[in-house]
Structures are given as C-alpha cells and as structure tokens.
C-alpha cells in the first residue's frame, strides 16, 4: 500500500520561503517519479514540478520556474519543494504525486499514488 504525506505548509507573507516535503512508504522510492502539484480555491488543479528517478532531471511550470526547486533523496524516501520569493497567487493546495516511471511527467492522469496535500497560504 502506497502513502504519501506532505508537511512544511503553512501561512508567509509575501516575499518569504517555504520548503515542501513528501515523504513516501510502501513503493520502490528510487524506481518513481515525483511531481508536485497545486490547486488554488476555484481553479482546477496544475502541474508544479516534477523530478526523475534519480534527481538528475527536473521540469517546473512557467509561473514558478526560477522561484522554486524540486528535489530527492532517494535514502530517506523524501521528495522537496523548496518556494522562494512566494507571492499572494502561490496560494494552493500542495499535493505530492509518485509514478512508476523512468520519465518525468506533467500529466495528472499519469500518477497513480497522491498525497493529502497541505495548505501554502501566502499573504500580500
């Protein structure tokens, strides 16, 4: 049974960091690639980030390309967001996903094991 758990949101104001963690059980962690996606309140939800199996290619979103970075360690079955210079629009849901692939991908429909999610609110 795969479970995926997501930690290190919370409330920061504009202009301020917050580091995102994923922490997987019952898969293979180094045989998966993880991606990282939003959903802010009435819109649907969109591709953040995502890493390959080994860490050594990642791909982001436009509106957060430069601003934040994924990475992995595969020994402790942990996938990172790192968000830096966060505005009032990064506000979402953050959710954590996990493939049994060996090429990344932006496609929801393309992970078969989700995270609950944990709240980024960034004020202005």
């Known amino acids: 049974q795969v479970q995926l758990v997501e930690s290190g949101g919370g409330l920061v104001q504009a202009g301020g960091s917050l580091r995102l963690s994923c922490a997987a059980s019952?898969?293979?962690?180094?045989?998966?690639?993880m991606g990282w996606f939003r959903q802010a309140p009435g819109k649907d939800r969109e591709f953040v980030a995502t890493i390959s199996m080994n860490g050594d290619t990642t791909s982001y979103a436009g509106s957060v390309k430069g601003r934040f970075t994924i990475s992995r360690d595969n020994r402790k079955n942990t996938v990172y967001l790192q968000m830096n210079s966060l505005r009032p629009e990064d506000t979402a849901v953050y959710s954590c996903?996990?493939?049994?692939?060996?090429?990344?991908?932006?496609?929801?429909?393309?992970?078969?094991?989700w995270g609950q999610g944990t709240q980024v609110t960034v004020s202005s």
């Open positions: 996903a996990a493939r049994n692939s060996w090429v990344p991908t932006i496609f929801e429909k393309d992970y078969g094991a």
């Open positions: 019952g898969l293979t962690f180094s045989q998966t690639v």
